[in-house]
């Protein structure tokens, strides 16, 4: 069974720092693109970041640029995004989410559960 | 960057009528268009890419069509578990990958 399970999330104080993971299980990780996707309290869906099945390619939204990075370790078969500089407007559910091919802009087909980041003092 | 509007914000519908939903991009992205329903305090679930392919799993009672800048999702005949939030989303432009802001169907 195709699964992403998230973990990392939690209360963080303004221009905190924190990582999330995302284990993956039931496909070959490394063939596939990754996204994260977040979701503020009460609001619709928002694309943070994406990266290529190796990794060598990375894309961000302008909201993150220059504050979140996203990894991938396929040896592992986990995601990564390093979140830094936290601002209140970063609170959300966030998800891991798969695309269908190694790398381009497509559909995301297999979701995580996401998990819960607070940004407040 | 491509914006996706959805509309109505809210449809109300009874169980066993059709549901009409609606989503509109501010420029053209051929056929390159999602759907997906979440579901209270669940992740969203992907039911129709490429305007009109039903994803693995998804009941016919779903179809998508449209390509250019207006897209339709119909559910034919609602039943209880379709009630939920409905958001597009396009790909044929990126980054970003954009969606819509959503439709939620609720109970009439």
Same mark, same amino acid.
């Given at each position: 069974?195709?699964?992403?399970?998230?973990?990392?999330?939690?209360?963080?104080? =303004? &221009?905190?720092? !924190?990582?999330?993971?995302? +284990?993956? #299980? @039931?496909?070959?990780? *490394?063939? $596939?693109?990754?996204?994260? /996707?977040?979701?503020? =309290? &009460?609001?619709? !869906?928002?694309?943070?970041? +994406?990266? #290529? @099945?190796?990794?060598? *390619?990375? $894309?961000?939204?302008?909201? /993150?640029?220059?504050?979140?990075?996203?990894?991938?370790?396929?040896?592992?078969?986990?995601?990564?995004?390093?979140?830094?500089?936290?601002?209140?407007?970063?609170?959300?559910?966030?998800?891991?989410?798969?695309?269908?091919?190694?790398?381009?802009?497509?559909?995301?087909?297999?979701?995580?559960?996401?998990?819960?980041?607070?940004?407040?003092? | 960057?491509?914006?996706?509007?959805?509309?109505?914000?809210?449809?109300?519908?009874?169980?066993?009528?059709?549901?009409?939903?609606?989503?509109?991009?501010?420029?053209?992205?051929?056929?390159?268009?999602?759907?997906?329903?979440?579901?209270?305090?669940?992740?969203?679930?992907?039911?129709?890419?490429?305007?009109?392919?039903?994803?693995?799993?998804?009941?016919?009672?779903?179809?998508?069509?449209?390509?250019?800048?207006?897209?339709?999702?119909?559910?034919?005949?609602?039943?209880?578990?379709?009630?939920?939030?409905?958001?597009?989303?396009?790909?044929?432009?990126?980054?970003?990958?954009?969606?819509?802001?959503?439709?939620?169907?609720?109970?009439?």
């Amino acid at each position: 069974e195709v699964q992403l399970v998230e973990s990392g999330g939690g209360l963080v104080q =303004p &221009g905190g720092s !924190l990582r999330l993971s995302c +284990a993956a #299980s @039931g496909f070959t990780f *490394s063939s $596939y693109a990754m996204s994260w /996707v977040r979701q503020a =309290p &009460g609001k619709g !869906l928002e694309w943070v970041s +994406a990266i #290529s @099945g190796s990794g060598g *390619s990375t $894309y961000y939204a302008d909201s /993150v640029k220059g504050r979140f990075t996203i990894s991938r370790d396929n040896s592992k078969n986990t995601l990564y995004l390093q979140m830094n500089s936290l601002r209140a407007e970063d609170t959300a559910v966030y998800y891991c989410a798969k695309a269908p091919y190694v790398w381009g802009s497509y559909q995301l087909d297999v979701w995580g559960k996401g998990t819960t980041v607070t940004v407040s003092s | 960057e491509i914006v996706m509007t959805q509309s109505p914000a809210t449809l109300s519908v009874s169980p066993g009528e059709r549901a009409t939903l609606s989503c509109r991009a501010s420029q053209s992205v051929s056929s390159n268009l999602a759907w997906y329903q979440q579901k209270p305090g669940q992740a969203p679930r992907l039911l129709i890419y490429g305007a009109s392919i039903r994803a693995t799993g998804i009941p016919a009672r779903f179809s998508g069509s449209g390509s250019g800048t207006e897209f339709t999702l119909t559910i034919s005949i609602l039943q209880s578990e379709d009630f939920a939030v409905y958001y597009c989303q396009q790909y044929n432009n990126w980054p970003p990958l954009t969606f819509g802001g959503g439709t939620k169907v609720e109970i009439k």
